[in-house]
C-alpha cells in the first residue's frame, strides 16, 4: 500500500524559487531600512529643503505679479503727460502719481516697469538728454517685436548724434532684423 510519504513527496532541495525571491525582497527590504536609518537626517532635509523652495517660489511668483499689477497702475496715471508731449512731467512724476523714472527704477524687474524704461528713454530722447536716454534704452529688456526695433533704433539714432557711425549701423541692422 502506498505510505503517506509516496502520496506527498517531499520539497526537493533544488527548489527554492520562492524562496530566492523572499529572500531578495528581504535583502532589499533590510537594505532600503539601513539607508533610512543612516541616511534619516540628510533626506529629511533636503525633503524640507526642496519644500520651502517650492512654496518660495510660488510667493515670489505671486508678489512679482502683485508689483507688475501695481507698476502698471502707477504707469497709467502718467502716461497722459507722456502723450500730452509733456515729457519733463512724464519722467519726474505728478503728486498723483510717481513719473517714469520712479516707477522704471522701482519696478524694473517687472514687465511694466520694463516699459517704463522704454517711455523713459524715449522721453530723455525727445528732451534731447542722450546720454540719459541710451542709458534707459540699454536698460530696456528688448524682445524681437516692434518696441525692441524702436529701443534699437533709438539707441543708433543717439550714437549718430555722438558721430558713432559704425555703432549705430550695427544697431539699425539689428533693429531691421
Known amino acids: 500500500p502506498p505510505t503517506m510519504s509516496m502520496l506527498k513527496p517531499p520539497k526537493s532541495a533544488t527548489t527554492t524559487r520562492p524562496d530566492r525571491q523572499e529572500d531578495a525582497l528581504t535583502t532589499a527590504y533590510a537594505t532600503s531600512w539601513s539607508f533610512w536609518d543612516q541616511y534619516r537626517t540628510l533626506i529629511i532635509g533636503i525633503g524640507i529643503a526642496v519644500f520651502v523652495l517650492g ?3 510660488i510667493g515670489y511668483g505671486a508678489w512679482r505679479s502683485a508689483q507688475n499689477d501695481e507698476a502698471a497702475q502707477l504707469l497709467g496715471g502718467v502716461l497722459n503727460a507722456y502723450e500730452a508731449g509733456d515729457y519733463a512731467a512724464a519722467l519726474e512724476g505728478t503728486p498723483e502719481s510717481p513719473g517714469l523714472l520712479a516707477i522704471a527704477e522701482d519696478y524694473g524687474a517687472t514687465a511694466t516697469g520694463n516699459l517704463a524704461a522704454y517711455y523713459a528713454a524715449d522721453a530723455q530722447m525727445q528732451l534731447e538728454r542722450y546720454e540719459e536716454a541710451l542709458s534707459y534704452f540699454e536698460q530696456y529688456v528688448a524682445d524681437d517685436d516692434i518696441l525692441g526695433a524702436s529701443a ?26
Open 55 to 57: 512654496v518660495a517660489a
Open 152 to 177: 534699437l533704433a533709438g539707441q543708433a539714432a543717439i550714437y549718430v548724434t555722438q558721430g558713432d557711425n559704425a555703432e549705430a549701423s550695427r544697431l539699425y541692422l539689428r533693429a531691421a532684423d
